[in-house]
């Protein structure tokens, strides 16, 4: 099946401090789907890109789909604490009805 | 704001018996889905449906796993003999058109096999 790579795996980081990660894949997708996962919650949409190139906000974060199909990253501006939490990128293929593809998640701890 | 909702948060069972986890999708939407994350590690696919039935299911459900929606607004997952390695969150998720859209997750149902 369709693999995605996230990295990195976990950040320690200092209250303040810009974030970036990212997701890879050997195979297109769609439609790219970034995700904040509390402990013991379900998924939390943060950003949805649905075209290649395309790059969205959405307050301090940034998410932008990339030129391949195959890749995308996601970047949180001036970190909070309340930014503590697991992200996860998903990909959709076109031919599936919605499903989606995890990655392993980035862990992001920060430090006041 | 609409929401996915799911029942039980918890639920405890011996190995070997049947567990059913439920969920109200959104009301107008009409793709559903279910998801598993095991402890600690990513979410994984098991099954969409639409129009009453299995639209793609993983490897992962096998004939174990059934579902069903047995009427208007449930969406429900059924486990048939529950081994330990069930144990995991399950997550619900639903989406109103399935292509290009979003998928908006329930809370989860937390599943512990004894």
């Known amino acids: 099946g369709q693999q995605l790579n996230q990295s990195p795996q976990s950040m320690f980081i200092q209250e303040g401090e810009d974030v970036s990660m990212n997701c890879t894949s050997s195979?297109?997708?769609?439609?790219w789907l970034w995700y904040k996962q509390d402990p013991g919650e379900g998924p939390v949409l943060l950003i949805a890109?649905?075209?290649?190139?395309e790059l969205t906000s959405n307050g301090r974060l940034t998410a932008q789909f990339g030129i391949t199909r195959k890749d995308s990253f996601l970047n949180i501006s001036a970190s909070i604490p309340s930014d503590v939490g697991i992200y996860f990128c998903?990909?959709?293929?076109?031919?599936?009805?919605?499903?989606?593809?995890f990655g392993d998640g980035t862990t992001l701890t920060v430090k006041p | 704001e609409p929401e996915v909702t799911q029942t039980p948060s918890h639920q405890v069972t011996q190995m070997g018996q049947e567990v059913i986890l439920r969920c109200v999708p959104i009301?107008?939407?009409?793709?559903f889905y279910w998801y598993r994350q095991i402890l600690g590690q990513k979410v994984e696919f098991l099954v969409s449906?639409?129009?009453?039935?299995?639209?793609?299911k993983s490897e992962i459900f096998d004939d174990q796993f059934s579902v069903e929606r047995p009427d208007g607004s449930n969406f429900t997952l059924k486990i048939r003999s529950t081994k330990l390695e069930d144990s995991a969150m399950y997550f619900c998720?639903?989406?109103?058109?399935?292509?290009?859209?979003?998928?908006?997750f329930g809370p989860g149902t937390r599943l512990l096999v004894l």
């Open positions: 998720a639903s989406t109103q058109t399935g292509l290009q859209e979003t998928q908006y």
């Open positions: 195979s297109i997708f769609n439609t």
């Open positions: 890109l649905y075209k290649a190139g």
């Open positions: 009301s107008n939407h009409l793709y």
């Open positions: 449906f639409y129009n009453n039935e299995i639209s793609e």
């Open positions: 998903a990909g959709q293929p076109n031919t599936n009805a919605g499903k989606s593809t």
